[in-house]
């Protein structure tokens, strides 16, 4: 199967005849882009080696095919680029924030959510009220009807069996993580 094409000699005559026209043409079209407009011209001459019939046509100058054959392939690309996420330069990604690994926030606070299982139903309700719900020592007490010293007194001791029993956590006995507080949360309430 064979495909016929226009010929070599016609095609070198309608780029030196139109190709500067249509170059100033895409130019404009392109907003500037030199490198994008002789891509342009280039597909456009492509088109015209492909599709002899158009030096056929009726009218007196290949111009006004060129032309808008030209003004179409750049409404595509245009098309093709907006559609696309704009590209992003290595000095972008360089400045851009880490994201924050889940996994090990994940695995801490299941340890927090076993962890505070053990505890006793009076000790897990005074961490509940102090570390998760943000309450002072005196609101706590109120809520949970006790004194004060009580209070303090089970959050000690509360905090003291967590770092018991979280393994590799008991540098951080006195403070719990914000994923922490929430997992925990989860499972005392």
Aim: include cysteine; glycine fraction near 6%.
């Amino acid at each position: 199967m064979t495909t016929t094409t226009t010929d070599e000699r016609a095609l070198a005559d309608l780029q030196r005849e139109h190709g500067p026209a249509l170059f100033q043409f895409l130019l404009g079209l392109t907003f500037g882009d030199r490198q994008r407009a002789e891509d342009l011209v280039q597909e456009t001459l492509v088109r015209a080696w492909q599709h002899p019939e158009a030096f056929d046509g009726p009218y007196e100058s290949m111009r006004p095919w060129l032309f808008t054959v030209g003004r179409r392939l750049a409404i595509d690309a245009r098309r093709s680029r907006l559609a696309r996420p704009a590209e992003v330069g290595d000095a972008v990604l360089e400045s851009a924030p880490c994201g924050e690994d889940t996994a090990e926030s994940a695995v801490a606070a299941l340890d927090v959510r076993e962890a505070v299982r053990t505890l006793s139903p009076e000790h897990r309700a005074v961490l509940v009220q102090i570390y998760f719900r943000g309450l002072s020592v005196g609101e706590t007490a109120q809520v949970l009807g006790i004194p004060a010293g009580t209070v303090k007194s089970r959050s000690y001791y509360a905090l003291r069996l967590l770092s018991r029993n979280l393994p590799g956590y008991s540098s951080r006995s006195s403070s719990l993580s914000s994923g922490s507080r929430a997992a925990a949360s989860a499972t005392a309430t």
